[in-house]
């Protein structure tokens, strides 16, 4: 047969795909990683996404393909890690000339404030982060997350409506 002429929507040939490259693909993304449990992962889900995908792909350049498909995934999951990182560090909080009451009532308040974000629904805290974290706008988050406009301001009307509840804002 051809070599252009596979396809890879065809099961024998998705497994020779599979076989050919995997172990490739693994050590291409090991070496970004060094974590052998994110690398299954994301080598999964490099080939979950090319099944889903065969109809698009070329068996000719299925090799980029597949780099592509893991380099991207990567690079997702250290963009959503670095959102993780800055939610988790906090805010900054500098040192000032106030009282210290209102240094205790200041930290009692941010606390208050990262246990109701903690407690937010995963769909609205994603979405309440990156408005007000990353400040990223509607339109850019539904992008992203692959979801209307609409989607997003539900979610983020139902996050701060949680958050009111959570803080007791009068």
């Not at 990262?114 to 990223?136: D, G, H, P, T, Y």
Request: contains cysteine; aromatic residues 12%.
């Amino acid at each position: 047969m051809i070599k252009g002429l596979k396809n890879i929507c065809n099961a024998n040939v998705f497994e020779e795909i599979f076989n050919n490259y995997a172990k490739d693909v693994k050590r291409f993304i090991f070496f970004k990683t060094k974590d052998t449990n994110l690398t299954e992962d994301i080598v999964q889900d490099t080939f979950v996404k090319l099944w889903e995908e065969c109809k698009n792909a070329s068996y000719d350049t299925i090799k980029n393909f597949l780099f592509t498909i893991a380099n991207n995934l990567f690079l997702n999951i250290v963009k959503h890690n670095k959102v993780i990182d800055k939610h988790q560090k906090g805010f900054v909080r500098e040192n000032s000339n106030e009282s210290p009451e209102f240094i205790f009532l200041e930290n009692e308040f941010y606390e208050k404030l990262e246990n109701a974000i903690a407690s937010l629904s995963e769909k609205q805290r994603e979405v309440f982060l990156m408005s007000r974290i990353e400040k990223k706008k509607y339109k850019e988050i539904a992008t992203q997350l692959n979801i209307s406009v609409k989607a997003v301001e539900k979610r983020m009307h139902a996050a701060l409506i949680a958050l009111k509840e959570k803080i007791e804002f009068i």
